[in-house]
């Protein structure tokens, strides 16, 4: 099992630019997330899935979209890129609200 | 409001040596919390689960202790090694808080030879 995998894994978009981020899991989960990470902050919930065709905001949406058409992917797409969106991105899964599984991460830069 | 704070941020000890990481909650009612280990660049991976009743659980070197009454927790790596260079997040889920997770800041370990 791959588990939970992320691309692109670095990006640099310049202002107003748009973008998505991949992300796929093949461990059947139910749940997926989207986090970011800033530097000496906590992970802060962005996106988040409980199935295929159900998608809520989390604490941190704007200038962000989700969607979910399977189980297995859940992009992330970024819309006119603004600076503030400079952060490493990880995309998440659980069975139901149990042990989360991330990705590696996807480091974007924008300019 | 719930909050998870991690102390201390940032620790460096010598190889051998061990260590205990800090982390006290505000989440209510509490669910369970898991210490993760992120390595640098690297997605972050669970070491322990500790739900209401337990009060320590072992995974190797590690050994995560609980307190619910006063809300705290604590880490303890033993004979560090410098693969434990990591940073240390401390994650709570609450009963009825649905999909939300309380994440920590972490503390980032340094283990030097």
């Known amino acids: 099992n791959a588990g939970v995998t992320q691309t692109p894994k670095f990006r640099i978009l310049k202002i107003g630019q748009s973008m998505t981020l991949q992300c796929t899991q093949d461990?059947?989960?139910?749940?997926m997330y989207w986090y970011r990470q800033d530097p000496g902050m906590g992970l802060k919930l962005i996106y988040y899935?409980?199935?295929?065709?159900?998608?809520d905001k989390g604490e941190v949406p704007n200038g962000y979209n989700v969607s979910r058409s399977t189980t297995e992917d859940f992009p992330l797409r970024l819309e006119l890129a603004a600076p503030s969106q400079t952060s490493v991105y990880f995309c998440?899964?659980?069975?139901?609200?149990?042990?989360?599984?991330f990705g590696e991460g996807s480091r974007l830069t924008v300019l | 409001k719930n909050q998870v704070e991690q102390s201390p941020q940032s620790l460096i000890i010598l190889e051998g040596k061990n260590c205990t990481l800090q982390?006290?909650?505000?989440?209510?009612?509490?669910?369970?919390l898991r210490w993760y280990k992120q390595d640098t660049g690297r997605g972050p991976v669970s070491l322990t689960i500790?739900?209401?009743?337990?009060n320590t659980k072992s995974n190797g070197r590690y050994t995560a202790t609980l307190d619910a009454d006063t809300k705290q927790s604590s880490l303890h790596i033993t004979a560090s090694q410098l693969s434990d260079s990591a940073s240390y997040i401390c994650?709570?889920?609450?009963?009825?808080?649905?999909?939300?997770?309380?994440f920590g800041t972490g503390t980032s370990l340094t283990v030097i030879p």
């Open positions: 998440a899964s659980s069975y139901s609200a149990g042990e989360l599984f």
């Open positions: 461990m059947n989960h139910n749940y």
């Open positions: 899935s409980v199935g295929a065709g159900i998608t």
């Open positions: 982390c006290n909650y505000t989440v209510s009612p509490f669910s369970n």
């Open positions: 500790m739900t209401f009743s337990e």
């Open positions: 994650v709570v889920r609450g009963e009825n808080t649905g999909n939300q997770f309380y």
